[in-house]
């Protein structure tokens, strides 16, 4: 089967596409589970690299994580396509192939496969996360969002009422505005549900049943986590859900990665941390650095780039936590992202939008420009017409409205892949920046009779210094570049140890846009340093060096003691 980016993908195609892609080219990508869901579906990982020139642990790493909410399936397909990207551009494009021999991606494209295969069934069931029910497992009475109709979509319905909120607007028929305060006497007033079907219906009251499978797994990471009654979704403890806890255990494992991505949807928007704190908070010199590369975003995406806590709340006087990309910054001091996929409001023409503040708050011009958009160009795929429909238990009702689906959460398939390519790109350019320790060069100095002096070169050849961030430096997070000489049984040190510590390199970051003269008129050589030892051994032996750090990677070199 060819993978293509025109559709969503369930469980199986997603699974046999990265399966494919492994089969392909097994030397650069590979495929394992690192958990399974609380429905036993296992979570795929893909490690892409050159294996070629080293292994997946000895080069420094981004990671990328999608669709842990289950609807956002436009996160796993870039996810894919990232995959996919590498290993089709390895040996053709130069900055693939660069990027894969010198570094490697961990991507896991669907977090929560269960949610996220209810989003794609037939009917289909819409759920913040994971399909466990906590903390209660009773059904409560009320409307329960379903296909009523059974056509594969979840629309709304509109009942016409003589008190609903609701009124046709002038300009459209087919669009509903607030009725404002001195409308009375005219109409017709509707009533605005989601589709579905009421469970123990009175006949007269009709309220929301409580979604008993409450959790967002994008709750559950231990940074400034809260219990449930606080931050609704983080179930009874940080990392409860399999999901989330694989995700954190693999991660863990992995001390290699520099920088992470969280793949959401939908607000085309290029989230960082804090979700919590203003940036006042955050060590300037990684609020540059992630004003940089976020930057780099937003040329190749169109997607601005923005703090959470400055620009994306949902309400302007709380925060959210627990949020993975936090935990990422935070806690790992690694850089990390939330892309917001898509959105259908610059589409229809609408760019000064402020982004999940705009349903508070915007003109009927907006909502009339987006029906335009899906009327012109998705064949009215956006907004569905009214139509009548015998409701069970409601008896005629209408059903219509947005397909938020198919138009809000994700991009109608004609347009995915023109969404998500220019992301793999930034992705590539963000593992690019990670910090690469090279060997510079060797030198070997007799003496006398047996005794060596053998001083090796290190340098950082990434963007980003060997601690990537300060928030790393300042959590005493990362360790220290360790050097290490082999002596095998032909060679002595003549005095101190074989493995010594030389600290963090800085990367080319330090450079800012112009030599100035308030520091960066003097270079210097801070992303280099040298290991010295003093070997004993005859003339001839040739001895192994070893450079590692955890996130700069690992690098060899063999030096010859020769006169
Ligand atoms: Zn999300």
């Not at 650069?28 to 795929?44: A, K, M, N, V, Y």
């Not at 609807?71 to 192939?97: C, I, Q, Y």
């Not at 064949?379 to 397909?403: K, M, R, S, T």
């Not at 090796?456 to 210094?465: F, I, T």
Request: aromatic share 10%.
């Amino acid at each position: 089967m060819p993978i293509t980016f025109d559709h969503l993908y369930d469980y199986a195609e997603l699974t046999s596409a990265l399966r494919e892609l492994a089969a392909l080219r097994p030397d650069l990508c590979s495929i394992e589970s690192i958990g399974r869901s609380h429905e036993g579906r296992d979570i795929w990982l893909a490690t892409v690299t050159n294996t070629a020139t080293g292994p997946h642990d000895h080069k420094p790493a981004i990671w990328v994580g999608a669709n842990i909410h289950s609807v956002e399936h436009t996160g796993a397909l870039a996810a894919l396509h990232l995959v996919h990207r590498l290993v089709t551009g390895h040996g053709t494009n130069p900055t693939v192939s660069h990027a894969l021999d010198t570094r490697t991606f961990y991507v896991v494209p669907r977090i929560n496969p269960d949610g996220a295969e209810l989003a794609l069934a037939n009917p289909p069931t819409y759920l913040r996360s994971s399909t466990r029910r906590w903390p209660r497992t009773d059904d409560a009475p009320g409307l329960v969002e379903g296909d009523v109709d059974g056509d594969g979509r979840i629309l709304s319905m509109r009942i016409e009422d003589s008190n609903g909120p609701w009124v046709t607007s002038d300009r459209d028929r087919r669009l509903l505005v607030a009725r404002a305060p001195d409308d009375f006497g005219g109409g017709p007033y509707y009533r605005l549900l989601i589709e579905g079907e009421i469970r123990e219906y009175d006949e007269l009251t009709i309220p929301i049943a409580p979604e008993r499978r409450s959790l967002d797994l994008n709750r559950q990471f231990p940074a400034q986590w809260r219990v449930h009654g606080e931050q609704v979704g983080a179930g009874p403890a940080p990392l409860s859900e399999p999901e989330t806890r694989s995700v954190a255990d693999a991660v863990i494992a992995r001390p290699n990665i520099c920088l992470y991505y969280c793949h959401h949807t939908f607000s085309a928007a290029i989230l960082r941390p804090f979700d919590d704190r203003p940036d006042d908070e955050m060590p300037t010199v990684d609020l540059k650095r992630f004003n940089i590369l976020g930057a780099k975003g937003t040329e190749l995406t169109g997607y601005r780039h923005v703090s959470v806590f400055h620009d994306f709340r949902y309400d302007p006087k709380d925060v959210i936590t627990g949020g993975e990309d936090t935990w990422a910054y935070d806690h790992l001091g690694v850089y990390a992202w939330t892309t917001e996929f898509w959105s259908p409001l610059p589409k229809a023409g609408i760019t000064d939008f402020h982004f999940i503040n705009w349903f508070g708050e915007h003109p009927v011009d907006d909502d009339l420009a987006l029906l335009r958009f899906s009327d012109d160009q998705l064949g009215g795929a956006g907004f569905v017409d009214w139509y009548p429909f015998d409701h069970p238990q409601l008896g005629p009702v209408e059903i219509g409205g947005w397909n938020w689906f198919r138009f809000w959460t994700n991009p109608p398939d004609e347009l995915l892949e023109a969404e998500i390519a220019p992301h793999s790109e930034w992705e590539i350019f963000g593992a690019l920046s990670s910090p690469r320790l090279v060997v510079r060069e060797a030198r070997v100095e007799s003496l006398g009779e047996q005794t060596w002096r053998v001083r090796v070169a290190v340098e950082n050849d990434g963007w980003l210094p060997t601690n990537v961030t300060q928030r790393a430096n300042d959590r005493k997070i990362v360790g220290p570049i360790l050097a290490e000489i082999s002596l095998g049984v032909s060679a002595q040190l003549a005095h101190g140890s074989s493995l010594i510590e030389l600290g963090q390199l800085a990367g080319r970051s330090r450079a800012t846009t112009m030599v100035d003269d308030f520091g960066s008129a003097t270079d210097g050589t801070p992303d280099r340093a040298i290991a010295e030892w003093f070997v004993e051994c005859d003339d001839g032996v040739e001895l192994d060096v070893e450079f590692r750090h955890q996130r700069a990677g690992v690098v060899r070199t063999t030096v010859q003691l020769r006169r």
